[in-house]
Every structure is written in structure tokens, then in C-alpha cells.
């Protein structure tokens, strides 16, 4: 069985700095895509940003030049620098990834997700 936990999320100050991370475990053959997704207090989920494992990332535009993506897939981990937060950023930060379990198929996996609030 594959799990996704994360760690990381806290309560910042505007133009504060937090890193999130997320570790992949279980019964994994390969990784594929890596990212990071929130949910804004009454909205949807949205993509923040996501990294293949070759390496493409695609930021949404709200937090480019902010928040840092990488990856270290010997411990199949991906991480979320956020740098200059704003209020907006406010929101619960669930780790994302599309991974082949071994004897399985590529499938979607998500994380329990993390609080991260930014107060102004």
C-alpha cells in the first residue's frame, strides 16, 4: 500500500517563509509526477505546482517567484519552499503524485494535507 505524509504547515506571518514535505511509502515500482495542491477556506482544490520526474515543473501563477518546488527521489520525497507568504496563501496544502505501485498500475495518490495559515 502507498501513503503520502506530509509535514511542514504552521501559522506565519505575512511575508514569512514555511517548507513543506512530502514523503512517499510503501510497496512503490515508480514515481511519476510530484506537487502540491490547496484548498482555500470555501473553495476548490487548485494546483500550486507540479514537477515530472524529468524535472518539468508548471507553477500556477499565483505563486510563481514565491514557492520553490524539489525533489529528492532517492527518498522519494517532494518538498514546497514558500517563501513571501500573503494572506492568500492561506489554505490546507495536500501532496500529490502519481505513482506505480509494484504488481499494480499508475494510479492517483493524495496526502492527508496540512494547514498553513498566514495571518496579515
Known amino acids: 500500500q502507498v501513503q503520502l505524509v506530509e509535514s511542514g504547515g504552521d501559522s506565519v506571518q505575512a511575508g514569512g517563509s514555511l517548507r513543506l514535505s512530502c514523503a512517499a511509502s510503501?510497496?512503490?515500482?515508480?514515481?511519476?509526477?510530484m506537487g502540491w495542491y490547496r484548498q482555500p477556506p470555501g473553495k476548490q482544490r487548485e494546483l500550486v505546482v507540479e514537477?515530472?520526474?524529468?524535472?518539468?515543473?508548471n507553477y500556477a501563477d499565483s505563486v510563481k517567484g514565491r514557492f520553490t518546488i524539489s525533489r529528492d527521489n532517492a527518498k522519494n520525497t517532494v518538498y514546497l519552499q514558500m517563501n513571501s507568504l500573503k494572506p492568500e496563501d492561506t489554505a490546507v496544502y495536500y501532496c500529490h503524485a502519481l505513482i506505480v505501485p509494484r504488481a499494480s498500475i499508475l494510479a492517483h495518490y493524495w496526502g492527508q494535507g496540512t494547514q498553513v495559515t498566514v495571518s496579515s
Open positions: 514537477s515530472t520526474s524529468g524535472g518539468v515543473t
Open positions: 510503501g510497496s512503490i515500482f515508480s514515481i511519476n509526477t
